[in-house]
Nanobody, 115 residues
């Protein structure tokens, strides 16, 4: 079945960086818009960043200038480079694929920003 597998999460100090990866399989990756969402304890899931099939990107305001989303269609992979991390970035980060009414989700990867 369709799989989205995230990796790259972990514990990082404030001001540090992490790079998340999401490898997709068993669907036609290049025709799907890809996105990263996150969910902190007690909070709703929120959009972090998305990238269209053509490579256009969009970011939540609090992530602009710190996070960069990119995709490699040859590797069926979407990335999220996160710089200048803050404690409030602590959350489970989820990969999402969307096309028309079809959506797929990964299982999530934990990012913890703490000293």
């Amino acid at each position: 079945q369709v799989q989205l597998v995230e990796s790259g999460g972990g514990l990082v100090q404030p001001g540090g960086s992490l790079r998340l990866s999401c490898v997709a399989s068993r669907f036609f990756f290049s025709v799907y818009a890809m996105a990263w969402y996150r969910q902190a304890p007690g909070s709703q899931r929120e959009l972090v960043a998305r990238i269209t099939t053509g490579g256009s990107t969009d970011y939540a305001d609090s992530m602009k200038g710190r996070f960069t989303i990119s995709r490699d269609n040859a590797k069926n992979t979407v990335y999220l480079q996160m710089n200048s991390l803050k404690p409030e970035d602590t959350a489970v980060y989820y990969c999402n694929a969307a096309r028309s009414t079809t959506q797929y989700w990964g299982q999530g990867t934990q990012v913890t920003v703490s000293s």
